[in-house]
């Protein structure tokens, strides 16, 4: 039986539908991330999920409980790193997780006793009593991780687990993250990093205006919606270039900005065109996730 | 839609509270002595300058000393401003500030259980103002009736009632700022229309009249006369306003918060 599952779950603020009619199944074990542009529905559906909000339809059942009837019970084996950090500042490091600790009604010599490894888990063993305001973004986040574990969690919900950080601390969260999957550990996540999303869930789908238009494993959702191979092309007259000798020798081309995304099975074409003309730069690679957002979600702005 | 109607069910209550008033009670131990002078200080000072430096030029207000005559009010004037001002202040720090009541919302404890826990740690913070106001008037020797000792648990109930309305307030507060609004609309014309400072009787009619409907004139009924070792004569309609009060302001406080958290 999955660890989550949801089905035709729907959420309105005032006429809005936010969330239309999302299914979701989450097996014991796997990491699975929830993609899409910002108001997607992404920490909605979170939110209804932990039942921490009730839905206007569909049901929720998490580590086999109903939700939201049975979600307090349900809550008492899943950790939440929520994508505002919400330590408690009046507290010490150590304050954090004892008091975080008694929320799920859990012993004083319980929380103890998990309190070291917690504080090496989170990189914060030489700062067990510094205030939270001393404290680094990143040591913030990891503490903020440290402290969802507190009750010895089935399943973890992570709401954007890295946005904000620099590149080293979100190296350092990934890699917590991957040794939680090693001790079994079911993890769902919220990002809007592609590399995140592929470098971390087994599988992922994409959600864009409340509804999930894409899911499967990342390599499987690159070759089944794009192209092996992008040219990203730039410089003086691309446009002009796209427009004639670009589109004759990719399948698909894109122009954002002052960059052409040119789509291909072989790009050997593409290149030795390019090669001939000075004033244009390109850069060949393989195609990712960004790719495939792109192309399934649009290259607008959302705010 | 149909989850909104969710907002107004009863009150699910559960002794799920307690760590989270054990949380508040944590970080009030670490802040105890500034905190309790912030409480305590302006009301006692009220009393002594207002009690003794006026109370000297005038004569028994109600057959006693003006100082005597004060001390009840200033017991329940000194609980209600303490548990106000948890209720609005750090209440509101909790909510919106520090998002602390989402973290908690994230373990297995439900917003009725923080709503509970946040009624009863603004009562438990005004019950020490309300007792340490009683402590001077027992070191200073104006009350010698046994009686008085009823107080204790009646601040309990005064406190309870003003964390209540104050909790409605924070849930329907944009900022701090919006909190000016219930102090000059409400709090100001409580201390003032109430009895602390003279009697009721001294207003004139339509001023009574609204007297009579707010918390504060209740509680000083109750209070200002068990001092004296009397019975207060309407006992049973103070009670009953003032629990009124604290389970209508506690029902409404739930009912808002909900629909602000839980949207």
Redesign the interface.
Known sequence: MPVLEARGLRKFYGALEVVAGVDLAVPRGECFGLLGPNGAGKTTTLRLCLGLTDPDGGEISLLGLPVPAAARRARAKVGVVPQVDNLDPDFTVRENLLVYGRYFDLPQRDIAARMPELLEFAGLTGRAGAKINTLSGGMKRRLTLARSLINDPDVLFLDEPTTGLDPQARHMIWERLKSLMGQGKTLVLTTHFMDEAERLCHRLSIMDHGRIIASGPPRELISRYIEPQVVEVYGEGVREWAGSQGAGLAERTEIAGETAFCYARDAQALIAGLNGRAGLRYLHRPANLEDVFLKLTGRDIRD | ???TL?FFRAPRLSP?FM??W??NF??WR?LAIPSMLGNLADPMFYMLALGYGLGSLLPDVEGIPYITFLAGGTVCYSTMNSATFEALYSGFSRMHV???W?????????LDDILLAELFWAASKSFLSGMAILLIIWVLGLSHSWLALAIIPLVILIGLTFAALGLTITAVSPSYDFFMYYFTLAITPMVLLCGVFFPVSQLPPWLQDISAWLPLTHAIELVRPLLQGQIPPRAALNLAVLAGYAAAGFYAALVLTRRRL??
């Open positions: 839609m149909l989850s969710r799920r760590p989270v054990r949380r944590l970080v670490k520090q998002r602390t989402d973290a908690i919302l994230n373990a297995p404890i439900n839980l949207k």
